[in-house]
């Protein structure tokens, strides 16, 4: 397996819920290295140009809508298989659909409010990082 990276966003549903530690301590916990963070608020823009790929789908306003709705914390985490690893430990989309002891089963209220978003390709992985971070903010250990 190669080392990859992956984006991860805590998204403002969990941020409200003062569980950004006990999300990134799972990433940890798991062996994937967060290589670079910062929080942030985005703007309609800068969602929408996020999930461009959802633009055309009938919850992309309650998507922008609520990824504005409050600060997010976006991580680039480092590690063997990140990409894939990174979406088991979130759990599915929709929390009553994850499976237990996941991210979305144990923090997630709802399929729109869902705690947090993982890149689910390299190439979506490459453009996501880049979407957000310099590669001088990026510091690989
Ligand atoms: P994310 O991109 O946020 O990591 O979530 P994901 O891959 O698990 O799901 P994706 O299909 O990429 O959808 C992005 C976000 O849009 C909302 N969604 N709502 N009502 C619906 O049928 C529906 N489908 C997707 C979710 O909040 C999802 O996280
Ligand atoms: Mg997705």
Known sequence: MAV?????IVKPDAVGKNVIGEILARFEKAGLQIVAAKMVKLDEEKAGGFYAE??????FPA????????????QV???????ALNRELMGATNPQQAAAGTIRADFAESIDANAVHGSDSAASAEREIAYFF???EICSR
Do not use: C, Q, W, Y
Request: glycine share 6%.
């Open 4 to 8: 990859e990276r992956t984006l991860s």
């Open 54 to 59: 959802h633009k055309e789908r009938p919850f």
């Open 63 to 74: 998507l922008v809508s609520f990824m504005t709705s409050g600060p997010v914390v976006v």
């Open 77 to 83: 985490l480092e590690g063997e298989n990140a990409i």
């Open 134 to 136: 310099a590669a001088d």
